[in-house]
């Protein structure tokens, strides 16, 4: 066996901070309307690497601040953006990760709050934007933002947990929408969506062991992950992939050793970060993902991850504590 083994941490740490640097924007940096999801892919690298501090925390809140959409009521990717329920999510992350969700203040929240519901559809399902797509990521997104904002009711969750139902597939994977083809993405949003609405009891036991199955042939013979059968492997598998097992209590289905030994070959030993796959070029997308699947694998002193909400436990058990209104 070649390549690196160990996880080039001072790297990565220095990687995310050149990103935060304004006059590298062009290059380095991710495009407007991807920022705000960046700054919390960076936020929780940084979290998971024990490092937070190298983001400066008011400059950051500053910034989600100034990405509110006054006309929507809800968070924008960039300032004088629209906004969506993704990037509602990135910034609700990012103020509950620095504990500064009261700077939201009550009328904000409650526009927030409605902006939310308001995308949910008859069927249970939500859209991203009000001229967006439907699927399986907006439950996800949705129920996610309203837990960490303690807004979570049965009348949101009834029937998303009836949606995410209708998207299990009988191969053992979860769809986009009803009848769509298995992913590993929507493992990870279906189940985290069920996990949120404490609803996991919803499925069988052979179906968790199918879900299981189907999941951990994800594995390949050279230890990455794909995201559905006859794909490449890609390091954002490790954590749509790994998380789903944690989630359903089957993380040991994976051998640790290959996958580990997988991500740490997408490592840039020079600039830091993680690709996709070795020899690519690496983005905060995957180095985010990349080290959060190493911390659920117990790697090496990082922070440990929270499976369900991709955020350090030590945030999420503040809100865990009162799951429902
Ligand atoms: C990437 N998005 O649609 S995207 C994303 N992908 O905004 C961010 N693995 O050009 C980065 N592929 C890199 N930095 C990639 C986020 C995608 C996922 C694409 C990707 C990842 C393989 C091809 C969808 C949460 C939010 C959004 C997604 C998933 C989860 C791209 C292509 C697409 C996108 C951005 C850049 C490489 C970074
Ligand atoms: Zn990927």
Redesign the pocket.
Known sequence: MSGPLTLFKEKHIRYIQSLDTRKHNFEYW?TE??RL??IY?GLTALCVLDSPETFAKEEVIEFVLSCWDTKCGAFAPFPRHDAHL?TTLSAVQILATYDALDILGEDRKIRLISFIRGNQLEDGSFQGDRFGEVDT?FVYTALSALSILGELTPEVVDPAVEFVLKCYNFDGGFGLCPNAESHA?QAFTCLGALAIANKLDVLSNDQLEEIGWWLCERQLPEGGLNGRPSKLP?V?YSWWVLSSLAIIGRLDWINYEKLTEFILECQDEKKGGIS?RPENEV????TVFGVAGLSLMGYDNLVPIDPIYCMPKSVTAKFKKYPYK
Do not use: P, Q, S
């Open positions: 991710l309307h991807l999801n960046g892919w993704l990521r993405a890609d954002c996709d983005d905060v997308f995957h």
